[in-house]
């Protein structure tokens, strides 16, 4: 007898993917609602079995018209100018500034200021998987991603902006102007004196004012509220931001990060 397998869900528009320390955080973006799944790896060789498998139980595997959006975290990037974009020597200008770590994809994309190149790497096996199992999928850093979005509060609040990231016991730090991304790098921190030592270190070595940036933290591993208290006498303007579920704003601000409109109502009235 032939096996049945489990209908598939057709309501089901787009895959959100990110990798978060634990595993996998899967967003699930359909017609009529948006729900979330995780998948837990406690070590780097459950990948990619565990991740195939969660696929294959949940219908999302080889289905070329399901959309998949993919971030993926690296420690390992580099910002270049764009004029390089077609450099057939950027890969080994990568190796030779990160270190050649064995067979790795690099990819590319330029940065919205529309002067830079962000390039980050994945492990070849990596991408191969998510590609094979996932083959309507565009793949992001989450660097790449926080990078955009810490250029664009600049640009629109013209108020230099600084965004840190934790994952696990990385920091990743972007900085920018209202006129292009200043800074982006990677850090190890154990505890929040070095957290706030990296920040304040930064901070000073681009010329920008603690009292007058504005600072938004994305925490994966910590609570916000712990860090804002403890960064609170270093940086005046402390803001919570995340990554979401929606395809079309894939990192925000946080809503209680969100000032309220001023009411005008006792204005109307006069």
Not at 33 to 61: G, H, I, R, Y
Not at 84 to 108: K, M, P, R, V, W
Not at 226 to 233: C, D, I, N, R
Request: negative net charge; hydrophobic residues 40%; charged residues 25%.
């Amino acid at each position: 007898m032939q096996d049945t397998e489990k209908p598939v869900n057709t309501s089901l528009r787009q895959l959100i993917v990110r990798s978060t320390p634990e595993g996998f955080l899967f967003g699930k973006v359909s017609a009529k609602e948006s729900s979330t799944a995780k998948l837990q790896l406690f070590a780097a060789v459950d990948f990619p079995d565990m991740f195939v498998s969660f696929l294959k139980e949940n219908n999302w595997a080889k289905r070329p018209e399901l959309k998949a959006t993919v971030i993926d975290f690296t420690n390992r990037f580099m910002i270049v100018p764009n004029k390089l974009a077609e450099d057939e020597s950027l890969e080994a200008f990568f190796n030779f500034q990160n270190g050649d770590e064995g067979e790795q994809q690099i990819y590319t994309a330029p940065l919205n200021d529309d002067k830079q190149l962000f390039c980050w790497e994945i492990p070849t096996e990596r991408d191969r998987n998510f590609e094979k199992w996932l083959p309507n999928m565009t793949l992001w850093s989450t660097g790449y991603i926080i990078a955009n979005w810490t250029y664009h509060q600049a640009a629109e609040s013209d108020v230099p902006t600084l965004t840190a990231h934790f994952h696990g016991h990385h920091m990743q730090l972007f900085m920018a102007d209202s006129d292009k991304l200043l800074f982006a790098n990677t850090f190890i921190v154990r505890d929040s004196e070095e957290i706030a030592y990296f920040l304040l270190r930064c901070l000073e070595q681009m010329g920008l004012n603690p009292s007058k940036i504005h600072t938004f933290l994305c925490s994966e591993n910590r609570p916000f509220r712990e860090l804002q208290e403890f960064l609170a006498p270093y940086l005046a303007n402390i803001f919570e931001a995340e990554f979401s579920q929606n395809p079309d704003k894939l990192f925000r601000k946080t809503i209680k990060s969100i000032e309220p409109e001023p009411d005008d109502a006792d204005d109307d009235d006069e």
